[in-house]
């Protein structure tokens, strides 16, 4: 099994959809969340810190559930420009990262 | 500032051959590590540096040696390239110690073993 598993999608929905990805974590020793956006053929770029608390910036909505271990990403509203490649990743305190697969976005007109 | 940086940016190697690939920050970051993704894939972890002077194996160390040569510079080389290792490599940096802030990442290396 892997550390860190994704929902592989992909995942095509029109403009102004409301969608959801889910990514589970193997490792409880687990410290800090993250969701990062990858663009095709280019670095993944942070889109956004997980907090237990949850955190929220603009259409976006990110949420961690340590019991069940896992962290999730809301997009509300989705526009052109949110198709990409979604990587969630989970950092250990040693300083070790493990990121999942991805998850393929592509909003259609 | 131009955060992290690596050469070349493409690569063709014939089996056999070796190479080293270059990665540099400006971010006086501590933590530094090197990736490769496959196509459809994601980031699997090759080498990290939590500081320097210290290196650690990660997920798929094997064919691959890593030099931390200072705080800025972390180098990864492949010493006998095999057409498995194809891919795309990713350095990235990370501020701090410890696993609590994220990753930046440079544009990536392009390789293509023949």
């Known amino acids: 099994r892997k550390e860190v598993e994704q929902d592989p999608g992909p995942f095509n929905v029109p403009e102004g959809a409301t969608v959801a990805f889910n990514c589970t974590y193997s490792?409880?020793?687990?410290?800090?969340f993250f969701w990062y956006r990858q663009d095709c053929r280019k670095e993944p770029k942070l889109l956004m810190s997980v907090y237990s608390s949850g955190n929220e910036d603009g259409r976006f909505t990110a949420q961690l559930n340590r019991a069940s271990q896992y962290i999730s990403l809301l997009i509300r509203d989705s526009k052109l420009s949110d198709s990409a490649t979604y990587l969630c990743?989970?950092?250990?305190?040693?300083?070790?990262?493990?990121f999942g697969d991805g998850t393929t976005l592509t909003v259609k007109p | 500032n131009a955060g992290v940086t690596q050469t070349p940016k493409f690569q063709v190697l014939k089996t056999g051959q070796s190479m080293t690939l270059q990665c540099a920050q400006d971010?006086?970051?501590?933590?530094m590590y090197w990736y490769r993704q496959d196509p459809g894939m994601g980031l699997r972890l090759i080498y990290y540096s939590a500081s320097e002077g210290t290196t650690d194996k990660g997920e798929v160390p094997n064919g691959y040696n890593v030099s931390r040569l200072n705080k800025r510079e972390f180098s990864l080389r492949l010493e006998s390239a095999a057409p498995s290792q194809t891919s795309v490599y990713f350095c990235a940096s990370i501020m701090g110690q410890g696993g609590a802030y994220e990753q930046y990442f440079g544009p990536g290396t392009r390789l293509t073993v023949t």
């Open positions: 971010m006086n970051h501590n933590s």
């Open positions: 990743a989970v950092n250990t305190n040693a300083g070790k990262s493990t």
């Open positions: 490792n409880s020793a687990s410290q800090s």
